[in-house]
């Protein structure tokens, strides 16, 4: 499934993100920006994970992939969290 996230990622740059940022507001912004900070880590330390030789390395890669992929989820669960709010949506609880 991780490439298929990869992949939704470029998707989502094209149709959400980069029309985003191009906007001169800056609201709601921080949660987005974190997401996609958080993410080329988690992409490059995905793959290095797997072409690591050494032990230690792979070791080295697995947490940066793990705090990152932690970091990623909780910029995602806030930005829904703000979309609802933003929208009338009930929020979840």
């Not at 490059?44 to 697995?62: D, K, L, M, N």
């Not at 970091?71 to 703000?82: A, P, S, T, V």
């Amino acid at each position: 499934t991780a490439p298929l996230l990869v992949l939704m990622l470029g998707h989502l740059w094209g149709r959400h993100m980069g029309p985003h940022l191009s906007r001169k507001t800056s609201r709601r912004r921080g949660s987005g920006i974190s997401m996609l900070v958080a993410a080329l880590p988690m992409i490059f330390s995905g793959y290095a994970i797997q072409t690591a030789v050494e032990p230690h390395w792979r070791t080295v890669w697995v947490v940066v992939h793990l705090a990152t992929a932690v970091l990623w989820m909780g910029g995602y669960l806030i930005h829904l969290i703000r979309k609802w709010r933003g929208s009338g949506l009930p929020a979840a609880r």
